[in-house]
């Protein structure tokens, strides 16, 4: 058999394939005049990169989104994150005890199991969720079948007292932030262990949005010292608002 020439022969096959990829759409075969005229394609996997024989010499670069397929995880296994490269390690202020209605299983083993998304009326549960406008429904982060647990998005299990986990999927940054300590909070010591609190210690996990507070007035000015007169651009200061009622 004759030796591929991989580059050329390849040339408008990892073209096409490239915009494919670029684009997000899934591999496109070649074109019938594209294979007419090129030497005999390599063998592809499905999704994979061309590959180049071994007699080649290898690409200076790694090449470009040569992951192997993702595999389907096994929904029964909790979710274990290992953290990010050079985080300080820490552990999460535990969010169950503070759960008026967990475990979810004394109601949930009797009742009906109904995946349909729809208002919650006979429910203890939020009437509402404001998270994500509309986008999201309960069972996206709720196991449906056992519903003690929490999930991702591609079905693996997570504890409660781990939910940042979940948030993470959709606030990346802000939960790398987090574990790094740029956002969030520390519950107690500078020394020795860090404990942190969770996301949904400060968030409602769905209703997120911090709430507005009123403005607080300044503390009393310490004896012998005067506060300085107050220019007239900073004559109504928020908190002088709030208190009179006025916006
Ligand atoms: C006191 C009983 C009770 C407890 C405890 C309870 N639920 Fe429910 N839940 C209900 C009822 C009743 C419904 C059905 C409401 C309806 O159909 O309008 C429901 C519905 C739901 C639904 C909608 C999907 C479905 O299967 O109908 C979700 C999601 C849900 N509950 C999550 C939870 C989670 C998570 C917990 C634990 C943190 C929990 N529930 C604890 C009573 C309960
Ligand atoms: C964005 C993911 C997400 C969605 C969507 C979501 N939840 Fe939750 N839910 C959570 C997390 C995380 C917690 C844990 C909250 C905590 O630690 O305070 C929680 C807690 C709960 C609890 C326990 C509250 C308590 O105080 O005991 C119930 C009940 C519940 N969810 C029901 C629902 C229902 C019903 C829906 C749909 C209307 C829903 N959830 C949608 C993530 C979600
Ligand atoms: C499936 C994706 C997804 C998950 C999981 C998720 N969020 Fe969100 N979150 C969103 C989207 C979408 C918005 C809305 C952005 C917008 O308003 O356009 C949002 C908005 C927010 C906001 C801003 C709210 C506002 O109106 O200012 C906060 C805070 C937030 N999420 C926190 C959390 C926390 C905490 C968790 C974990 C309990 C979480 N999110 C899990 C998708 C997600
Ligand atoms: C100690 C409390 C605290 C913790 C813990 C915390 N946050 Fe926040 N978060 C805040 C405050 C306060 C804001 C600012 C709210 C504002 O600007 O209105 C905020 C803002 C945000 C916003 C932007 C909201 C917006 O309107 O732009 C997102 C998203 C968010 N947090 C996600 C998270 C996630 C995800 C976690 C966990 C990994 C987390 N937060 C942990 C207090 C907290």
């Known amino acids: 058999m004759r030796l591929l020439n991989w580059r050329t022969a390849t040339a408008s096959f990892a073209a096409a394939v490239g915009l494919a990829f670029a684009l997000g759409l899934p591999a496109l075969a070649p074109s019938d005049a594209d294979a007419a005229s090129a030497a005999p394609a390599p063998v592809m996997a499905p999704g994979a990169a061309p590959v180049a024989p ?11 989104r040569d992951n192997l397929p993702p595999q389907a995880p096994n929904p029964q296994e909790p979710l274990i994150f ?25 109601c949930h083993k009797v009742l009906p199991l109904n995946k349909q998304p729809r208002a919650l009326v006979a429910a203890p549960h939020v009437a509402s969720l404001p998270h994500g406008r509309g986008r999201m429904w309960c069972l996206d982060c709720h196991v449906a079948e056992d519903r003690d647990w929490l999930r991702t998005l591609d079905g693996r299990r997570v504890d409660f007292d781990q939910s940042q986990l979940v948030c993470g999927q959709c606030h990346g940054p802000r939960h790398r932030d987090w574990a790094f300590g740029a956002h969030g909070k520390r519950a107690a010591n500078w020394q020795g262990e860090r404990q942190i609190y969770a996301c949904t210690h400060c968030h409602d996990a769905h209703d997120p949005k911090i709430p507005p507070r009123e403005p607080a007035p300044p503390p009393p000015v310490r004896a012998g010292l005067e506060r300085p007169a107050l220019t007239p651009a900073h004559a109504a200061q928020p908190w002088q608002r709030a208190a009179s009622g006025a916006r």
């Open 54 to 64: 071994a007699s080649e010499a290898a690409p200076t670069h790694r090449p470009l």
């Open 82 to 106: 290992g953290g990010y490269l050079d985080a300080p390690a820490f552990s999460v202020v535990p969010r169950k005890p503070h759960l008026g209605l967990y475990p979810c299983s004394q």
